[in-house]
């Protein structure tokens, strides 16, 4: 996702699971997840919540490496053992407060659970989502492209259902014409994500945790499905984490075919849509 996009987009990228053709996800063992070479833990930006469940799962699973869609390459670099002892000192050593993500406090946890963990960035670059208005898909990636499909375009229904979705995800305010290319940032989002991962993976081995939004860890068109693509003989999991919804038994859940989804408080947070309307004239 978008980083100025985190808030509207709360559980962007989903469907009611009935119009994917898909069961609904429901809550199941953890031990779906553990025994999984590539891991992708989801989570909705702002919820202090799952950030803490985060790092539970990844004390429980040690991974050899830690892969966080809020990092670049070159901030991930920059980490060592002695500054994953030290929040103050990382979170200043990755601008973190010039990010655009949300506190650093609620990330801490998940580097501090796993302290020998090697760290990998998969944010995409500003430019490279920027080119993909005046280039193709592939070109914007590079050579390995087609091992994600960026070769190829969509399934019409997949693509009229992420368009419908970043629709939704932006408060109905995109112009139409913008959607595709949209479209096309999140595949490229997802494609990073599963490289990533797959890099770390054969540099050390597993287990890999992947730290990342919801609409990237589903596993019908996600980051997971790319993995299983690009290298079927790695196994991958996924949680998603939705909100309760009050009193109400169920809950806003993450929806694209997961291992496990668990659902957690919703945060407290402003109207995301105010941003999005116009005032009314008189």
């Known amino acids: 996702m978008m980083r100025a996009l985190a808030l509207p987009a709360l559980l962007a990228f989903t469907l009611p699971a009935p119009l994917l053709g898909q069961e609904t996800p429901t809550k199941g063992d953890l031990s779906a997840l553990t025994g ?3 891991v992708f833990l989801g989570e909705i930006h702002d919820n202090p919540a799952h950030h803490a469940r985060q790092a539970e799962l990844v004390a429980e699973i040690q991974p050899v490496a830690l892969v966080f869609e809020m990092l670049t390459a ?13 929040e103050a000192a990382l979170q200043s050593a990755l601008a973190w407060n010039d990010s655009g993500w949300p506190d650093f406090s609620m990330y801490y946890p998940i580097f501090a659970a796993a302290p020998e963990a090697k760290i990998f960035g998969a944010e995409l670059p500003r430019e490279e989502a ?6 193709d898909l592939a070109e914007v ?15 019409r229904d997949e693509q009229a259902a992420r368009q419908q979705m970043q629709m939704a995800a932006h408060c109905d305010a995109l112009p139409i014409e913008m959607l595709p290319m949209m479209v096309d940032i999140q595949r490229l989002r997802d494609a ?17 945790v992947v730290i990342t939004g919801n609409g990237h860890a589903r596993r019908d068109w996600g980051a997971p499905a790319l ?20 009193d109400a038994e169920g809950m806003d859940a993450p929806d694209g075919s997961f291992d496990l989804v668990e659902d957690a408080a919703p945060a407290e947070r402003d109207d995301p ?4 309307q116009m005032p009314q004239s008189n």
């Open 36 to 38: 999984a070479d590539v």
């Open 141 to 155: 990636f590079g050579p390995s492209a087609g091992f994600y499909g960026l070769d190829e375009p969509l399934e």
């Open 192 to 208: 990073r994500l599963a490289e990533t991962a797959l890099s770390a993976y054969a540099d050390l081995g597993g287990p890999v």
């Open 74 to 86: 070159e901030q991930a670099a920059q980490v060592t053992p002695d500054l994953m002892r030290d």
């Open 227 to 246: 993995v299983e693509r690009a290298a079927g003989e790695v196994t991958v999991a996924a949680l998603g984490q939705g909100e309760t919804s009050g």
């Open 273 to 276: 849509c105010e941003d999005f």
């Open 130 to 135: 920027r080119a993909v208005r005046d280039r």
